[in-house]
Each structure stands twice: as structure tokens, then as C-alpha cells.
């Protein structure tokens, strides 16, 4: 199973960028879906998480960032809106895959980590 994060870049204040993830492999169910960011000197920390249609966001966040996931795809996006600099950060996209397999649990993936840059 492999997580491939795409999308991230350098924008001005204010602008917006929209992150993408897709899971690829044995896959026999998603769980759950969701992103987290560590900036420079900081501990990884989660921004948003979508399962079974529930969304939940880091305060920071609410009312500037969107997550979807798109089942058919095994995709989830993150849409970020109004951005600022402190929003600066690797973002990583994770998940929690069900392989097709009667006796592996469910475990959690990882993408490789796209760069968000905010510059003021």
C-alpha cells in the first residue's frame, strides 16, 4: 500500500492551495483519511480527518480548510483557503487501510510529505 500526496507549493498570504493523496495497492477498505503538517522545530500535528462522511479539524483551520475524499478514487483532498504563514509546514496525508486479508488488522499508512510554504 502506498500513499502519493501531491499539490503543495509556495503561495502569498491569502491564497489558497488544494492537496491531494491517493492510496494504491492491496486495498480492501479505507477507514479513514486525513492530513497533519509539521512545521520547522514543531511536532506533527493533525489538520483534518474525514471518516464515514464525519469531518474534524484542528481549530486553527475551521472555516478556511475543507477536506473531501473521493471513494471511487481513494483520494482525499484538502482544500486550504485564506492561507497564512504560519500554515508553513510538510503536510502529510494518512490513512487507515484494511488490506484483504481475514487476519491483518487495519493499519495506518503515510504519504511521503508535500511542502506548504505561506510567504507574508
Known amino acids: 500500500v502506498q500513499l502519493q500526496a501531491s499539490g503543495g507549493g509556495l503561495v502569498q498570504s491569502g491564497g489558497s492551495l488544494r492537496l491531494s493523496c491517493a492510496a494504491s495497492?492491496?486495498?480492501?477498505?479505507?477507514?479513514?483519511m486525513g492530513w497533519y503538517r509539521q512545521a520547522l522545530g514543531k511536532q506533527r500535528e493533525l489538520v483534518a480527518s474525514?471518516?464515514?462522511?464525519?469531518?474534524n479539524y484542528a481549530d486553527s483551520v475551521v472555516g478556511r480548510f475543507a477536506i473531501s475524499r473521493d471513494n471511487a478514487k481513494n483520494t482525499v483532498y484538502l482544500q486550504m483557503n485564506n492561507l497564512k504563514p504560519e500554515d508553513t509546514a510538510v503536510y502529510y496525508c494518512?490513512?487507515?487501510?484494511?488490506?484483504?486479508?481475514?487476519?491483518?488488522?487495519?493499519?495506518?499508512?503515510w504519504g511521503q510529505g508535500t511542502q506548504v510554504t505561506v510567504s507574508s
Open positions: 494518512n490513512a487507515l487501510i484494511q488490506r484483504p486479508s481475514i487476519i491483518a488488522p487495519a493499519q495506518y499508512y
Open positions: 474525514i471518516s464515514g462522511g464525519i469531518t
Open positions: 495497492g492491496s486495498i480492501f477498505s479505507i477507514n479513514s
